[in-house]
């Protein structure tokens, strides 16, 4: 659907959440959707600009689309820093990981299936 290859630097977030917003305004989903959408990936380039090394010509790449009922966001850097390393939780370990999804409501499915049906149109 959509998506950027950016500098590995923290003022790629803003030229990419303003890129998404368009793209998901221009295709009618809702204002909480967008909003949402927005904020979650100036976290997650944010989190890979701080923790992860960059690709090769120190970028990132940026990508959003639609797949099972969900806008899927993703950002793809050049791994950790660091090597993980394997620790036992133990019952004071307050750590969690999280993975967020943003489901697709009623008319955000209807603006999904005009995206759908523009882009299989395009590809004719």
Same mark, same amino acid.
């Given at each position: 659907?959509?998506g950027?290859t950016?500098r590995?630097? /923290?003022?790629s977030a803003g030229?990419v959440?303003?890129r998404?917003v &368009? %793209?998901?305004n221009?295709?009618?989903f809702?204002r &909480?959707?967008v %909003?949402s959408a927005?904020? $979650?990936?100036s976290?997650?380039?944010?989190? !890979?600009?701080?923790?992860a090394?960059?690709?090769?010509?120190n970028?990132?790449?940026?990508?959003? &689309?639609? #797949? #099972?009922?969900?806008?899927?966001?993703?950002v793809? %850097? #050049?791994?950790?820093r660091d &090597?993980?390393?394997?620790?036992?939780?133990?019952?004071a370990d307050?750590?969690?990981?999280?993975w967020?999804? $943003?489901?697709?409501?009623?008319? %955000?499915?209807?603006?999904a299936?005009? /995206?759908? /049906?523009?882009g299989s !149109? #395009?590809q004719?």
């Amino acid at each position: 659907m959509g998506g950027l290859t950016v500098r590995h630097a /923290a003022a790629s977030a803003g030229q990419v959440r303003r890129r998404l917003v &368009e %793209d998901l305004n221009r295709l009618g989903f809702s204002r &909480e959707l967008v %909003d949402s959408a927005a904020l $979650l990936v100036s976290e997650l380039i944010g989190n !890979a600009i701080r923790y992860a090394r960059p690709l090769p010509g120190n970028v990132l790449r940026v990508r959003w &689309e639609l #797949g #099972g009922g969900r806008l899927l966001l993703r950002v793809t %850097d #050049g791994g950790g820093r660091d &090597e993980p390393q394997l620790k036992d939780a133990g019952p004071a370990d307050t750590r969690s990981t999280v993975w967020a999804a $943003l489901p697709l409501s009623h008319p %955000d499915r209807s603006a999904a299936r005009s /995206a759908a /049906a523009a882009g299989s !149109a #395009g590809q004719r």
